[in-house]
Protein backbone atom coordinates (compact mmCIF):
# COMPACT_ATOMS: atom_id res chain seq x y z
CA UNK A 1 0.00 0.00 0.00
CA UNK A 2 1.26 3.37 -0.78
CA UNK A 3 2.05 6.05 2.48
CA UNK A 4 1.05 9.67 1.85
CA UNK A 5 4.65 10.39 0.52
CA UNK A 6 4.88 8.40 -1.89
CA UNK A 7 1.55 9.66 -3.43
CA UNK A 8 2.53 12.94 -2.74
CA UNK A 9 5.91 12.31 -4.73
CA UNK A 10 3.76 10.28 -7.28
CA UNK A 11 1.60 13.99 -8.13
CA UNK A 12 4.40 16.42 -7.59
CA UNK A 13 6.55 14.19 -10.32
CA UNK A 14 3.48 14.22 -12.68
CA UNK A 15 2.97 17.68 -12.05
CA UNK A 16 6.60 18.96 -13.00
CA UNK A 17 6.43 16.76 -16.14
CA UNK A 18 3.04 18.39 -17.65
CA UNK A 19 5.05 21.46 -16.77
CA UNK A 20 8.19 20.77 -18.70
CA UNK A 21 5.82 19.36 -21.69
CA UNK A 22 4.11 22.76 -21.50
CA UNK A 23 7.23 24.30 -21.53
CA UNK A 24 8.75 22.43 -24.90
CA UNK A 25 5.13 22.85 -26.25
CA UNK A 26 5.67 26.62 -25.97
CA UNK A 27 9.34 27.23 -27.07
CA UNK A 28 8.39 24.35 -30.26
CA UNK A 29 5.61 27.62 -31.12
CA UNK A 30 8.25 30.26 -30.69
CA UNK A 31 10.76 28.82 -33.75
CA UNK A 32 8.23 27.71 -36.34
CA UNK A 33 8.97 26.45 -39.33
CA UNK A 34 8.81 28.85 -42.89
CA UNK A 35 7.85 27.70 -45.75
CA UNK A 36 7.32 29.94 -48.82
CA UNK A 37 5.09 28.85 -51.49
CA UNK A 38 5.02 29.92 -55.12
CA UNK A 39 2.09 31.92 -56.67
CA UNK A 40 1.41 33.49 -60.14
CA UNK A 41 0.55 37.31 -59.53
CA UNK A 42 1.12 40.01 -61.49
CA UNK A 43 4.22 42.13 -60.55
CA UNK A 44 4.52 45.97 -60.44
CA UNK A 45 7.22 48.51 -62.18
CA UNK A 46 5.63 51.91 -60.77
CA UNK A 47 3.42 53.26 -57.97
CA UNK A 48 1.65 54.56 -60.54
CA UNK A 49 0.70 51.15 -62.13
CA UNK A 50 -0.01 49.63 -59.07
CA UNK A 51 -2.43 52.66 -57.85
CA UNK A 52 -4.67 52.19 -61.42
CA UNK A 53 -5.49 48.39 -60.42
CA UNK A 54 -6.53 49.18 -57.14
CA UNK A 55 -10.15 50.00 -56.63
CA UNK A 56 -9.75 50.95 -52.82
CA UNK A 57 -6.19 52.79 -51.30
CA UNK A 58 -6.95 53.48 -47.47
CA UNK A 59 -4.29 54.00 -44.94
CA UNK A 60 -5.48 51.55 -41.86
CA UNK A 61 -4.49 49.79 -38.25
CA UNK A 62 -4.54 45.88 -38.18
CA UNK A 63 -7.33 45.18 -34.92
CA UNK A 64 -7.50 41.49 -35.00
CA UNK A 65 -7.50 38.77 -37.54
CA UNK A 66 -9.32 35.18 -38.13
CA UNK A 67 -7.78 31.49 -37.29
CA UNK A 68 -5.68 30.97 -40.63
CA UNK A 69 -7.57 28.81 -42.94
CA UNK A 70 -5.78 26.27 -44.64
CA UNK A 71 -6.89 24.01 -47.72
CA UNK A 72 -5.11 20.42 -48.21
CA UNK A 73 -6.07 17.89 -51.72
CA UNK A 74 -4.77 14.69 -51.44
CA UNK A 75 -1.48 15.60 -49.26
CA UNK A 76 -0.73 18.76 -50.98
CA UNK A 77 -1.33 22.28 -50.31
CA UNK A 78 -4.72 23.67 -52.17
CA UNK A 79 -4.78 27.05 -50.50
CA UNK A 80 -3.86 29.00 -46.90
CA UNK A 81 -4.74 32.73 -46.01
CA UNK A 82 -5.47 34.45 -42.82
CA UNK A 83 -8.57 37.16 -43.14
CA UNK A 84 -7.43 40.17 -40.96
CA UNK A 85 -9.77 42.87 -39.79
CA UNK A 86 -8.13 46.55 -40.18
CA UNK A 87 -9.73 50.11 -39.57
CA UNK A 88 -9.05 52.53 -41.97
CA UNK A 89 -7.84 55.82 -40.65
CA UNK A 90 -7.86 57.79 -44.48
CA UNK A 91 -9.12 56.67 -47.67
CA UNK A 92 -7.49 57.98 -50.63
CA UNK A 93 -9.36 56.26 -53.19
CA UNK A 94 -12.48 54.18 -53.38
CA UNK A 95 -13.98 53.15 -56.64
CA UNK A 96 -17.08 51.95 -54.57
CA UNK A 97 -17.79 55.06 -52.34
CA UNK A 98 -17.96 52.59 -50.02
CA UNK A 99 -15.44 53.18 -46.78
CA UNK A 100 -15.07 56.11 -44.86
CA UNK A 101 -12.33 56.71 -41.86
CA UNK A 102 -13.17 54.63 -39.11
CA UNK A 103 -15.08 52.17 -41.06
CA UNK A 104 -13.44 48.21 -40.58
CA UNK A 105 -12.33 46.11 -43.63
CA UNK A 106 -11.50 42.54 -44.21
CA UNK A 107 -8.42 41.81 -45.79
CA UNK A 108 -7.00 38.53 -47.40
CA UNK A 109 -3.73 38.05 -46.18
CA UNK A 110 -1.39 35.19 -48.30
CA UNK A 111 0.24 34.02 -44.78
CA UNK A 112 -0.86 30.95 -42.35
CA UNK A 113 0.33 29.21 -39.36
CA UNK A 114 -0.58 25.51 -39.32
CA UNK A 115 -0.62 24.98 -35.31
CA UNK A 116 -0.14 21.06 -36.29
CA UNK A 117 3.35 21.12 -37.57
CA UNK A 118 4.09 24.58 -36.17
CA UNK A 119 4.41 25.79 -39.93
CA UNK A 120 3.54 29.17 -41.41
CA UNK A 121 3.05 29.13 -44.55
CA UNK A 122 3.94 32.37 -46.74
CA UNK A 123 2.59 32.94 -50.71
CA UNK A 124 5.35 34.60 -52.59
CA UNK A 125 7.13 35.73 -49.46
CA UNK A 126 4.17 37.45 -48.19
CA UNK A 127 4.48 38.12 -43.86
CA UNK A 128 1.08 38.76 -42.23
CA UNK A 129 0.44 42.04 -41.06
CA UNK A 130 1.27 42.98 -36.94
CA UNK A 131 -1.48 43.67 -34.85
CA UNK A 132 -1.92 47.57 -33.93
CA UNK A 133 0.53 47.96 -36.87
CA UNK A 134 -0.84 50.99 -39.55
CA UNK A 135 -0.38 49.82 -43.16
CA UNK A 136 -1.28 51.63 -46.55
CA UNK A 137 -2.63 49.16 -48.93
CA UNK A 138 -3.99 48.79 -52.25
CA UNK A 139 -6.43 46.87 -52.85
CA UNK A 140 -8.49 45.20 -55.13
CA UNK A 141 -12.12 43.23 -54.30
CA UNK A 142 -12.18 39.41 -54.45
CA UNK A 143 -14.18 38.19 -57.37
CA UNK A 144 -16.32 35.45 -55.15
CA UNK A 145 -15.78 36.97 -51.62
CA UNK A 146 -16.39 39.52 -49.31
CA UNK A 147 -12.72 40.95 -48.52
CA UNK A 148 -10.24 43.01 -50.35
CA UNK A 149 -7.03 41.67 -51.27
CA UNK A 150 -3.56 43.59 -51.77
CA UNK A 151 -2.88 43.64 -55.35
CA UNK A 152 0.65 42.01 -56.30
CA UNK A 153 0.28 40.13 -53.18
CA UNK A 154 3.39 41.85 -51.55
CA UNK A 155 3.70 44.99 -53.77
CA UNK A 156 0.04 46.20 -51.98
CA UNK A 157 1.13 46.51 -48.85
CA UNK A 158 3.28 49.12 -47.68
CA UNK A 159 4.37 49.32 -43.87
CA UNK A 160 4.32 52.52 -42.40
CA UNK A 161 7.01 51.47 -39.73
CA UNK A 162 10.82 51.08 -40.65
CA UNK A 163 10.51 47.07 -40.02
CA UNK A 164 11.57 45.73 -43.61
CA UNK A 165 10.78 41.86 -42.30
CA UNK A 166 6.55 43.21 -42.12
CA UNK A 167 6.86 43.67 -45.74
CA UNK A 168 7.98 40.70 -47.03
CA UNK A 169 9.65 37.48 -46.00
CA UNK A 170 13.26 38.48 -45.97
CA UNK A 171 14.50 35.51 -44.14
CA UNK A 172 12.98 33.32 -47.03
CA UNK A 173 12.86 35.07 -50.11
CA UNK A 174 12.43 33.77 -53.07
CA UNK A 175 13.89 34.74 -56.12
CA UNK A 176 10.99 35.15 -58.45
CA UNK A 177 10.75 38.61 -56.91
CA UNK A 178 13.18 41.57 -57.48
CA UNK A 179 12.57 43.22 -53.61
CA UNK A 180 14.46 46.62 -54.81
CA UNK A 181 11.82 47.16 -57.32
CA UNK A 182 9.02 46.77 -53.87
CA UNK A 183 11.66 48.85 -51.98
CA UNK A 184 11.40 51.54 -54.33
CA UNK A 185 7.57 51.56 -54.79
CA UNK A 186 7.13 51.48 -50.84
CA UNK A 187 9.35 54.63 -50.54
CA UNK A 188 7.20 56.35 -53.37
CA UNK A 189 3.80 55.32 -51.69
CA UNK A 190 5.17 56.77 -48.93
CA UNK A 191 6.24 59.99 -50.28
CA UNK A 192 2.66 60.66 -51.89
CA UNK A 193 0.70 59.23 -49.46
CA UNK A 194 1.88 60.30 -45.61
Not at 6 to 11: F, H, M, Q, T
Not at 21 to 34: A, G, I, V
Not at 159 to 179: P, V
Request: some cysteine.
Amino acid sequence: MLNRNSIVLYVAIFIISLGLSSCSYREENLNPKHIGLDAKFKGYDSLENMEIDSSLIVKAVKVDEDEPTIVMADGLMVSCYTISNLEISKVYKDNTTEYTSKDTIRILENEAYNKYDNTIYHVAGYEKMKLGDEYLLFLRKSNTDDWYIPVGIVFGKVDLGDDKAARYLNAHEQEIIDYSVIDQINEDARAKYQ
